[in-house]
């Protein structure tokens, strides 16, 4: 059964057809060629939509939308270009932590991207950096955003792992702040030795103060996001709610940018985004459930342990394994096919589950750096107008601390456990 799924569902692949159409119509000739009932298409595909962490994600979407249609982007960017000053390499410095603080609003690398990408490459060509430089840049930036709450994979990972949303939301601030320092880290040793030019901006205190004050609505909302976490007092999806709320708020009182017709272009932005998502979740769920019943799960996990016992190791070994998925599958789609058969293999093994979660995401966010599926990559091709093979060359000096990233979460379980645990105690 398993053979003739994945035969099926790789010929798909190869073929060009939609991974969504390629998870549903591979589970779907199984099931109906096997004998079994054809309303299991239906059940299975319906039940894996009727959860409440999903509905975080059309929320979360929804507010980066409604944030970027108010601007806060261009406010945010100016106020972090006058606290860093006149340093070697600023405006880079200035795109990273833009990332880092943006990536507490919007949940996926490819809105990052979206809502910062032109942003970030014209500011730092404005100043005399190579365009792949800037390119480069602004793709590994982006990987911040799926690691730091809100983060849609993450959430989409918690419901099929069947671990807390809440912590694994919690587990990924201290390794975004690590990717966040040793990108920055990077860009300081290039900085120095390829003598990247100084910011040319020469703010007053007075103007620092008002672009703080203008910027201040727009930084309270990854911290309210963050706080309503912590506390308790609010799960994802009251979170995202509020998030949205507190967009609609100041959008409308505070910066009164936000027009009804911008309004109803972030909704639909919104539903195209969900809608693909959703599509991809309910076609994986029927996938993952025909492994199941030829019990994949069991068997990878026997073999797993077969190779050895030791955690390390076989996070390792998952580690190489999700790099060369993530190189051909989309992650959200990656993560409901796969997580189901590693996840419990690991958690045998001794594999704290929050660190598992980190690094399975943090594995396909690598891999949206990476051809040929590499969607950030032709993202930024097309907002650059450059060729993919200058993008590509762009990042390649940029997988250094991403892959150092990888590798301490993957040894060190504290950088993903401490924070959560300390908190939800």
């Excluded at 119509?25 to 239906?42: D, E, F, R, W």
């Excluded at 990854?222 to 949205?244: D, Q, Y």
């Excluded at 959200?332 to 690094?359: R, S």
Aim: charged residues 10%; contains cysteine; proline residues 6%.
């Amino acid at each position: 059964m398993t053979a003739l799924l994945l035969l099926i569902f790789v010929a798909l692949l190869v073929c060009g057809v939609p991974i969504a159409v390629c998870l549903g119509l591979s589970s779907a000739v199984v099931i109906v060629t096997q004998g079994l009932p054809v309303s299991v298409l239906a059940q299975r595909s319906l039940n894996a939509l009727d959860s409440s962490p999903l509905l975080a994600v059309p929320l979360f979407i929804l507010a980066a939308s409604l944030l970027n249609a108010i601007g806060v982007t261009t406010h945010l960017f100016d106020l972090v270009r006058m606290i860093f000053g006149r340093i070697r390499g600023a405006v880079a410095q200035v795109s990273i932590f833009v990332s880092l603080i943006f990536s507490g609003i919007s949940g996926a690398a490819l809105a990052d991207i979206g809502a910062l990408g032109a942003v970030q490459i014209n500011q730092m060509t404005a100043q005399g950096y190579r365009k792949e430089f800037a390119s480069g840049l602004t793709i590994a930036a982006a990987t911040i955003g799926p690691i730091f709450p809100p983060s849609i994979p993450i959430i989409i990972y918690a419901s099929v792992a069947n671990v807390s949303t809440v912590q694994l939301l919690l587990a990924g601030i201290v390794p975004a702040l690590v990717i966040t320092a040793l990108l920055m880290i990077q860009v300081a040793i290039i900085a120095r030795v390829s003598n990247l030019p100084r910011d040319d901006i020469r703010p007053q205190a007075s103007d620092v103060a008002k672009k703080f004050v203008i910027s201040f609505p727009a930084l309270l909302a990854p911290v309210l996001l963050i706080g309503g976490l912590m506390s308790g007092w609010f799960g994802p999806t009251e979170v995202a709610g509020m998030t949205v709320a507190y967009a609609l708020v100041i959008g409308i009182f505070i910066y009164r940018s936000l027009s009804f017709r911008a309004t109803l272009n972030a909704l639909r932005e919104t539903v195209e985004a969900t809608a693909n998502i959703l599509f991809i979740v309910s076609a994986a769920a029927l996938f993952a459930w025909v492994l199941t019943l030829d019990q994949v799960p069991m068997k990878a996990t026997g073999f797993l342990l077969s190779l050895s016992d030791n955690p390390l190791v076989l996070l390792l070994l998952v580690n190489l394994l999700l790099l060369v998925v993530g190189m051909v599958l989309e992650s959200i789609a990656a993560i409901l096919i796969i997580a189901p058969i590693i996840a419990p293999a690991l958690t045998a093994a001794g594999v704290d589950p929050l660190q598992l979660g980190i690094v399975f995401v943090l594995n396909l966010m690598i891999g949206l750096l990476t051809p040929p599926v590499g969607m950030s990559l032709y993202m930024v091709s097309i907002i650059t107008k450059m060729p993919i093979t200058r993008v590509i060359a762009g990042v390649m000096p940029f997988f250094i601390p991403l892959f150092l990233s990888l590798l301490v979460v993957s040894a060190v379980p504290a950088i993903s456990t401490w924070l959560p645990n300390l908190l939800m105690k």
